[in-house]
Structures are given as C-alpha cells and as structure tokens.
C-alpha cells in the first residue's frame, strides 16, 4: 500500500510542476527533468522556481515567522539587543521593549519604555500604552492604571481604540466592569482581531448576562467561518475559548 502511495504521490507532483511550468511560461527544458527524474527533478523545480514566486505571498512569510518564532522566541530579542549595542537610539530601546514584552518578560521591558519615553521631548501615546501594558502584565496594576489614565489621547482610531482595549481591561480588573463594558461595546465593531470581542462576552458572562454573550460570540463564531486557518492563527487561543464558552452557553 505504502509503495502505491509514494508512487501515486510522485506521478501528482510531476503533473502539478507540469502544469505550473507551462501555464507560467517557465523554460521547457523543465519538462525533461520532470519526468526522467522524477523525485530529483520535482525537489530542484520547487526550489528555483515555486519557492522564489512564494517569498511575496503574506500567508508564506506568516508561516515562515511564526515557524522562527517557534523555533527561536528568543531570536528578536538578541537581534534587538545587538541594535540597541550598536546605536542607543529611541527606537532601538523601544525595539529592544517591544521584543521582550513579546516573550512575556514585562518586568525587563519596563526600564526601557521609560528610558525612551524620557529621551523624548514630546508626548508618544503609542509607547506610553506600551508602557502601561508592561506594568499591568508585571502586576503593577495601579501604575498601570495611572499610566493610561495620564496618557494624551492618540490622534489615530486605530491607536485610541489599543489605549481603550487596556483601559476596559484595567477597569474590569480593578472592579470598574460597567465602565469596562461602555468601552467594549463601542471598539468591538472597530478593532481587528477578536480580543475585544471574546473579553467583552467574558464580561458580560461574569455579570449573569448570558444571552447577550450569547450574541457576541455568534458574531465570533460567524467571522471565524469567514477566516482561512492562516489568518485564525493570531487569534487562535481567543477563538478557542470562543467555541468552548458558545457550547458551554448553548448547552445551558
């Protein structure tokens, strides 16, 4: 069984670069290759001339960063330590922050944002919601909240809408939850991604409120379906507990 599938897998990757030689007008002196060897001749074809064509595609580079990250979560984090060594520059402290924010290190990220925010002589919204970020995931959650409460309203939706997703998630935390709620309600219809949205019906269970939960993870559970895995991957751990949470409410 297993020799006929290899075989049936061999003869399926010659059509396929076939097929894809002549449609896209690649040299024909491919075809030979293709089919007199096969194995050999199908590997070099999708190295010098699929993989190439492939660097552009988002979902490709997706893949391959996250494929890095896995790999190496540490990665962006020695790179921008060795940029912050080579030009101690605002940017750099903020990279250097953002890097280690990343693999979950809020408490070295700290001292950084504050450096860059201090060499600044104008107010930066951005790397201030950062800032309260790092502190509210190191549990220094009344800095935090002074932080956001302190920061300039950023001039972009896009930026207003970040600083208003930590601000809810402060307020629910501290016990501010109608609040919060005021605030989930009006960016979920805004903001990318789903973390608005799952934190919202986490809310609105955790006040007895299940049917209207029940709505804003059918809205979840709609926009899921509309989503290839490549573009769920982000957001993966949100959608999981979205489909747990409906079968849980469903079911009551």
């Not at 769920?232 to 469903?250: H, N, P, S």
Request: charged residues 30%; neutral net charge.
């Amino acid at each position: 069984m297993l020799p006929l599938l290899l075989y049936g897998g061999s003869i399926l990757c010659q059509v396929a670069c076939v097929v894809h030689c002549i449609r896209l007008g690649r040299n024909q002196f491919w075809i030979w290759p293709l089919i007199f060897f096969p194995v050999v001749g199908c590997l070099a074809y999708f190295i010098i001339e699929v993989l190439p064509g492939m660097q552009g595609n988002r979902h490709v580079r997706v893949m391959k960063a996250q494929a890095a990250k896995a790999i190496d979560p540490e990665r962006e984090v020695r790179n921008a330590r060795d940029a912050l060594g080579l030009a101690d520059t605002i940017a750099n402290r903020i990279r250097l922050a953002d890097a280690l924010a990343a693999v979950h290190r809020p408490g070295e990220a700290i001292p950084l944002y504050r450096e860059a925010l201090a060499a600044q002589p104008m107010a930066d919204p951005r790397t201030e919601t950062k800032l309260a970020n790092a502190l509210f995931e190191d549990d220094q959650v009344d800095a935090a909240l002074a932080t956001v409460e302190d920061i300039k309203e950023p001039s972009g939706q896009s930026e207003r809408d970040k600083l208003n997703l930590l601000r809810a998630r402060l307020y629910d935390h501290v016990g501010r939850q109608d609040e919060a709620l005021a605030i989930y309600r009006d960016i979920v219809t805004r903001m990318p991604g789903e973390e608005a949205r799952c934190r919202y019906a986490a809310l609105l269970i955790e006040l007895g409120r299940k049917r209207e939960a029940l709505g804003v993870l059918e809205e979840v559970e709609d926009r899921m379906k509309r989503l290839d895995s490549y573009q769920r991957r982000d957001d993966a751990e949100m959608y999981r507990w979205a489909v747990d949470k409906l079968r849980e409410l469903r079911a009551g």
